[in-house]
């Protein structure tokens, strides 16, 4: 499998938000059980803001921010789906949703589970991204 970047389509169940995100086709994602994450069942990708393109106009976007109000969740307006959001770990990035990403361009997948129910001692083990120009 290669470690250069494609470019992975992805979106929402109804298709009003719609993005792209360049990522390795092997993808490594990690899987939180906090309470969002459980609940929304987002399998992470993180990508600095730089790789992540929103093809969609952000009045067909909800914001949701909750507890310290770093993250912030984005969601459909219609139907939903939450297909990426700006992480607390990561506020200079995206998580992007593996399993809103259309399959073709995914070679494989390789899940780590973190702890996110005990968020402020695991987050260290969280990959850090990046610092960049926004």
Same mark, same amino acid.
């Given at each position: ?10 979106? #929402? ?44 106009? *952000? ?15 984005? %969601? #459909?307006?219609? #139907?939903?789906?939450?297909? %990426? ?33 005990? *968020? ?15």
């Amino acid at each position: 499998m290669s470690d250069d970047l494609v470019t992975h389509q992805g979106g #929402c169940h109804c298709g009003k938000v719609r993005f792209e995100v360049d990522a390795t086709p092997s993808v490594d994602a990690v899987l939180c059980n906090c309470s969002i994450c459980s609940l929304t069942a987002h399998l992470h990708l993180h990508v600095p803001k730089k790789d992540f393109r929103l093809l969609t106009d *952000w009045d067909q976007i909800a914001t949701y921010s909750f507890n310290t109000g770093v993250a912030r969740h984005y %969601f #459909c307006k219609t #139907c939903g789906i939450k297909s %990426f959001y700006i992480p607390r770990s990561n506020p200079n990035g995206y998580s992007v949703n593996v399993r809103c990403l259309q399959p073709e361009t995914i070679e494989g997948l390789r899940v780590t589970e973190f702890d996110g129910r005990n *968020w402020d001692e695991n987050v260290h083990k969280i990959k850090r991204l990046p610092e960049e120009d926004a």
